[in-house]
């Protein structure tokens, strides 16, 4: 459903931060995507729905050619990916509602948005959404009144609204707290096989990776290094993306935690 | 314990200076002292010139303590109501033409050609001092507020637009972007990822600058560009004391009144 075609980014500065990434994700398939910070996981993400402009190569969204889009028939694309931010980044002085509804910006024009007068589908569905994260009564709360997990899942509502066919998330987790983090990647993961949606999240957290996704993908230095399923994650993979560390103690806190679960 | 550690141990520890060569931090401060010095004597003062100007000091202090409101009531009243008019007319018009000359003054959101173009403006703006610019437009337009009006909008759009463009410019960019991936439009973006975030801002130094425009309003009457200060100026000319003295009270009690005013709406929009 998505595929990257030998995907190059280099800044101007002359960091090579992806080279020749290639990439096939099938329909519904959810992934996630862990290696070093400056590893090229953000980048890569962003150069899908072109936040960042590749170098070169291709990013196609099933039969559509994303990378050679001109600006209009990029913002209906971008329609269908929708995106989770590290640190949430919802708008902080508008409401919950209308941080939701602005998912909905790339469907209806300039004037009903700038009057907020949204269809009443549109209005139905953002309820919907914030009934399904449990937050259907802080809908006229100013997002910078409510507590990260809350705004997370804010953020994974306005996503979810655009009705799209891929998420890209960047790191969801990285400021929460590792109950909260694991919510969050549930939710996410479970609203993605209700909508069999496709998903590429970015996170640091190895082991939390490893409890929710099908797929790991290890990238370092702008290149794929591992692709597998996530028990595939032996402390050799590891030393090789991250280098050397003792990685028992990761890979067995996986473990004990989901013992702990249970 | 390394050699580098015991070098460093029981010797006492100061930050290092900004100016790293000795000789030069001198030179700096004697050169300073000995410049200031030289500057005071510079100043020649008439001490004969300054004891006749006591006498018309205390005349002035004095006439503050029985301020003549009525005698050019009329006159006052005029004026005041043309400064505030004035100050209405110029913030709302320079506020308006500074919203687009901001944000294409942002370099984080216009493409370059509209920023230099932008930037062009502000600084043409910023660099004529108001007076110059009034004494300008009054030779073009004549006495009277017109030319007042227009000095202050004028004035209000390279203010505004500035401060304006770099409050955008230290916006949060993820907030921004957030919006963008959603597919939205241009002017939806701003819309939704800009302006939430620099609204209060905006809002503050709109009200600053009519305050800003009020008191300047009261200045360019002294060129001729109406307001108060012509009403002022004749006052001086004609040694009423009293009636100067009433004009600097209302100006005084309505900056005071503004200040006030501005103080309450800043803190309701946070």
């Given at each position: 459903m998505l595929s990257l075609e030998k995907l190059t980014k280099t800044y101007r500065t002359g960091d090579q931060a992806l080279k020749a990434v290639d990439l096939e994700i099938p329909e519904g398939q959810v992934v996630a995507l862990i290696g070093p910070s400056g590893?090229?996981?953000?980048?890569?993400?962003?150069?899908?729905?072109?936040?960042?402009?590749?170098?070169?190569?291709?990013?196609?969204?099933?039969?559509?050619?994303?990378?050679?889009?001109?600006?209009?028939?990029?913002?209906?694309?971008?329609?269908?990916?929708?995106?989770?931010?590290?640190?949430?980044?919802l708008v902080e002085r508008l409401t919950v509602m209308e941080n939701v509804l602005s998912g909905r910006l790339g469907y209806v024009g300039f004037w009903k948005s700038f009057l907020r007068r949204y269809p009443q589908s549109d209005i139905d569905e953002a309820f919907r959404l914030l009934?399904?994260?449990?937050?259907?009564?802080?809908?006229?709360?100013?997002?910078?009144?409510?507590?990260?997990?809350?705004?997370?899942?804010?953020?994974?509502?306005?996503a979810l609204i655009q009705n799209p066919a891929l998420l890209l998330v960047d790191e969801p987790t990285a400021s929460l707290d590792p109950k909260t983090s694991r919510q969050i990647m549930r939710l996410i993961c479970e609203l993605c096989a209700e909508r069999g949606l496709a998903a590429i999240?970015?996170?640091?957290?190895?082991?939390?990776?490893?409890?929710?996704?099908?797929?790991?993908i290890g990238l370092q230095f702008g290149e794929i290094k591992f692709d597998g399923p996530p028990d595939g994650l032996v402390p050799e993979v590891l030393t090789q993306i991250y280098g050397e560390e003792d990685w028992q103690a990761t890979i067995r806190k996986v473990e004990e935690e989901e013992e702990a679960v249970e | 314990m390394s050699d580098a550690l015991s070098l460093h141990l029981g010797k006492p520890w100061k930050k290092p200076p900004f100016i790293k060569r000795a000789w030069l931090r001198w030179l700096i401060a004697v050169g300073a002292i000995v410049y200031l010095v030289l500057g005071i004597a510079s100043v020649e003062v008439n001490w004969h010139r300054v004891y006749e100007g006591l006498d018309r000091g205390a005349a002035f202090i004095a006439s503050f303590l029985t301020p003549d409101f009525l005698t050019r009531a009329t006159d006052i009243r005029e004026g005041i109501t043309e400064s505030i008019v004035m100050t209405v007319a110029s913030s709302v018009v320079g506020i308006l033409i500074s919203i687009p000359i901001g944000l294409g003054a942002a370099r984080n959101i216009a493409p370059l050609p509209v920023y230099m173009i932008c930037r062009g403006i502000i600084a043409l703006s910023r660099s004529l001092q108001e007076i110059i610019v009034a004494i300008l437009l009054v030779a073009i337009f004549g006495f009277g507020p017109l030319a007042g009006f227009l000095t202050l909008s004028f004035?209000?759009?390279g203010f505004l637009s500035k401060l304006l463009a770099e409050n955008i410019e230290s916006m949060d960019r993820s907030q921004?972007?957030?919006i963008r991936a959603t597919g939205s439009s241009w002017p939806q973006w701003i819309n939704y990822g800009v302006q939430p975030q620099v609204m209060p801002r905006l809002i503050g130094l709109s009200i600053y600058r009519v305050d800003i425009n009020f008191r300047e309003s009261a200045i360019l009457g002294l060129v001729g560009a109406g307001g108060i200060g012509a009403t002022l100026n004749t006052a001086f000319d004609r040694y009423e004391f009293d009636t100067a003295a009433a004009i600097l009270i209302i100006i005084i009690a309505i900056v005071m009144a503004l200040e006030y005013v501005s103080g309450i709406i800043r803190a309701r929009v946070q």
């Open positions: 590893a090229g996981k953000s980048t890569l993400i962003r150069c899908i729905n072109r936040l960042v402009e590749p170098t070169s190569g291709k990013v196609w969204l099933g039969d559509i050619e994303i990378s050679s889009l001109g600006a209009t028939a990029l913002r209906q694309q971008r329609r269908r990916m929708g995106m989770i931010f590290q640190e949430y980044a009934d399904r994260v449990g937050l259907l009564e802080m809908a006229d709360k100013r997002a910078d009144e409510l507590s990260g997990g809350q705004r997370q899942r804010v953020g994974i509502c306005r999240i970015n996170i640091h957290d190895v082991a939390l990776a490893q409890m929710f996704v099908q797929r790991v | 004035a209000t759009i921004a972007e957030a």
